[in-house]
C-alpha cells in the first residue's frame, strides 16, 4: 500500500525520507516540479498517478516573519492547497496526515493546551495554518491534524543548528526566556506520522481528529540554549556566555505565543505513542550532526 508523503525538502519530509516503514507500506516521495502546493491544480494528476492508500503533508510555508508581508503567499500553501487536498482525499476514499503547529493558539493560558482549546492565532503563519486545520476538517473526515512545536532536527535551518553556528561565531548570545514550548525532534514526529500510518492504511476507522506531539517537558529558548552549549562545554571546554532577555527585547514582525506548551495524553491513548524528552531528541540530533568534533 503506498503512502503519498507531499514534500522532499522540509525538515519532517526528508526524515520521512528515510525511515523505518514496516513491511506492506511503500513511501512515494513527491515534490516540486511534481507539485506545487501554491498551485492547488497541480494536486490531482499527482494522486491519480500514485494512488495511495494514505496522503502525509509535509509541505507548509513555515517562514514566520516573512509570512507578515507574505499573506497571500502563506493562505495559498497552509490553507488553499491543503483545502484541495483534503477534497481530493474525501473524494478517492485516501486517508490524510497533516502536519499543524502550536502556534494556532494565543499562548495566553496557562497550562498545556489541549486539542479542544479554542484557537486564536498572534500571527499571519498561526492564522494561515488554523485555516488549513479548518478546512481538512470540512473537507475530509479520514484525517489526522498532528499539531506539533519548535520542531529541530539534522536537516534544514532551525534553531539548534544556528545556536551552533553562532556559539563559535559570538562570545555572547541574547535568547528569549520568556516563551515556553517543547523543543521536538523531526526524526520523533517522522517516526510518529509512520505509526499513524500504518494505523490509518486501509481502514475506514481509526482514531480520526487531532492529537498534540512534542518532546516531552518543557522549557524555553533560553533553556534550550543553554542545553545545546552545556554540550559543547563538556565537549571543548569552551562555551558562549547566554543573556536571557525579554520578547519584547528581541522585537520581531510576528508576534509570538509566550505559552506553546501541548498536551500530548491524547495521541498515547489513540495510538499508544509517548513523547521522547526533549533533552534526549536533542542529544541524539547533536550526536548525529557531530558539531564539536575538532
Aim: glycine share 8%; with cysteine; hydrophobic share 45%.
Amino acid at each position: 500500500m503506498k503512502v503519498l508523503i507531499l514534500g522532499r525538502a522540509g525538515q519532517v519530509a526528508r526524515e520521512l525520507a528515510t525511515a523505518d516503514w514496516p513491511a506492506g507500506l511503500e513511501p512515494v516521495i513527491a515534490g516540486r516540479p511534481e507539485f506545487d502546493m501554491a498551485r492547488p491544480e497541480t494536486l490531482e494528476p499527482l494522486l491519480t498517478r500514485t494512488a495511495p492508500m494514505v496522503v502525509i503533508n509535509a509541505t507548509a510555508y513555515t517562514a514566520v516573519d516573512k509570512a507578515e508581508a507574505e499573506p497571500g503567499l502563506a493562505f495559498a500553501v497552509n490553507r488553499d492547497g491543503p483545502a484541495r487536498l483534503a477534497e481530493l482525499c474525501r473524494q478517492r476514499g485516501f486517508a490524510l496526515l497533516h502536519i499543524s503547529t502550536d502556534y494556532v493558539f494565543d499562548g495566553a493560558k496557562a497550562a498545556p493546551y489541549l486539542e479542544d482549546d479554542a484557537v486564536a492565532p498572534l500571527n499571519v503563519y498561526g492564522a494561515s495554518k488554523e485555516a488549513g486545520e479548518a478546512a481538512i476538517r470540512a473537507l475530509c473526515s479520514r484525517h489526522l491534524i498532528l499539531r506539533t512545536s519548535w520542531v529541530y532536527g539534522v536537516h534544514g535551518q532551525n534553531f539548534v543548528k544556528t545556536m551552533l553556528r553562532l556559539g563559535v561565531e559570538r562570545k555572547e548570545l541574547r535568547v528569549v526566556a520568556d516563551q515556553h514550548g517543547a523543543p521536538t525532534a523531526a526524526a520523533d514526529i517522522a517516526a510518529v506520522l509512520v505509526r499513524i500510518a500504518e494505523t490509518a492504511a486501509g481502514r475506514e476507522e481509526a482514531p480520526w481528529g487531532t492529537c498534540h506531539y512534542g518532546g516531552g517537558g518543557d522549557t524555553t529558548w533560553y533553556g534550550l540554549a543553554d542545553h545545546i552549549f552545556e554540550a559543547q562545554e563538556r565537549a571543548t571546554g569552551r562555551r558562549p556566555r547566554l543573556v536571557a532577555i525579554a520578547t519584547a527585547d528581541y522585537p520581531a514582525p510576528a508576534r509570538r505565543p509566550a505559552n506553546s506548551r501541548l498536551d500530548c495524553s491524547r495521541i498515547g491513548r489513540a495510538f499508544g505513542i509517548a513523547c521522547r524528552p526533549w533533552r534526549e531528541g536533542v542529544d541524539r540530533v547533536l550526536e548525529a550532526l557531530q558539531p564539536f568534533r575538532q
